[in-house]
Every structure is written in C-alpha cells, then in structure tokens.
C-alpha cells in the first residue's frame, strides 16, 4: 500500500520541506489550522505511535530534538502546541507517525 508520507520523503510528492536530516523530515501542513503548522516525522515507515518499538526511542527523541531546534529556528518565543493523532478515535487520518506543530496563536483547551 502507498503511503503519502513516504511518497514525500522520496520526493514523489511535492511539499514544503523546512527540516531534513538522514532520520527526520518537517514539512508544512496542506491544510493549516495555525499561522504556523508543520508536521515531523520520522522517514522511517512506521504506521503509528502505537507501532513504535523499543529500537525506535532513538528516533523518536530525534523529532523532538528536530522540534526544538525548529522552534528556535523560527524564533518562536510564546511556546506552541505538539499533536500526534493516533488510530481512529485519535482522528488519524495518514498512517505514518507524524507529529502536528502549531503555534503563533493561542490554543484553546480541550481539544475537540
Ligand atoms: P492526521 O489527521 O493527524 O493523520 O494528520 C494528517 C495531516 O496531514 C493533515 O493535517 C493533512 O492536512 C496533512 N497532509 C495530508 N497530505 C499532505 C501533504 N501531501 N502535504 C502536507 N500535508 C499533508
Ligand atoms: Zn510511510
């Protein structure tokens, strides 16, 4: 089965790349819900959080070490919001782990 993430990571789908490296990609969202919005993940194919394996703790502390070195980048001073949507009632709708940065205005709580 395809996966649109993947496609992105081989370049067989355009997007707007903002980070890269040999085990991380962030992009921004198509369909942004905040003045900024990307996604992060791993280029690696795993299909959720609930997929994640002990040998996979590496790469997963990678994206948060990837976030916090965009946020900085961005000079994003008034802190954000990090969202993994997983499985259905989680309202994951691409099955590759991802991680969804908001910030840049106010978040409201709870989350619908
Ligand atoms: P989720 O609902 O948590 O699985 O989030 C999937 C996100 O991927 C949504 O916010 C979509 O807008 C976004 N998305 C889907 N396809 C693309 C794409 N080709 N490029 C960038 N973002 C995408
Ligand atoms: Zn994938």
Not at 18 to 41: C, G, M, R, T
Not at 59 to 87: E, H, M, P, T
Request: proline share 4%.
């Amino acid at each position: 089965m395809g996966c649109v993430f993947c496609d992105i990571v081989n370049n067989k789908i355009k997007s707007e790349k903002i980070y890269e490296d040999e085990d991380v990609l962030a992009f921004k969202d198509v369909e942004p819900q905040a003045p900024v919005h990307f996604l992060v993940i791993p280029k690696k194919h795993i299909k959720s959080l609930n997929e994640v394996k002990e040998e996979d703790f590496k790469l997963i502390g990678k994206i948060f070490s990837a976030i916090q070195k965009i946020i900085k980048d961005l000079n994003i001073k008034k802190g954000f919001r990090v969202i993994n949507n997983c499985g259905e009632d989680g309202g994951q709708t691409v099955e590759h782990i991802h991680f969804h940065i908001l910030a840049k205005r106010k978040m409201s709580w709870p989350p619908g």
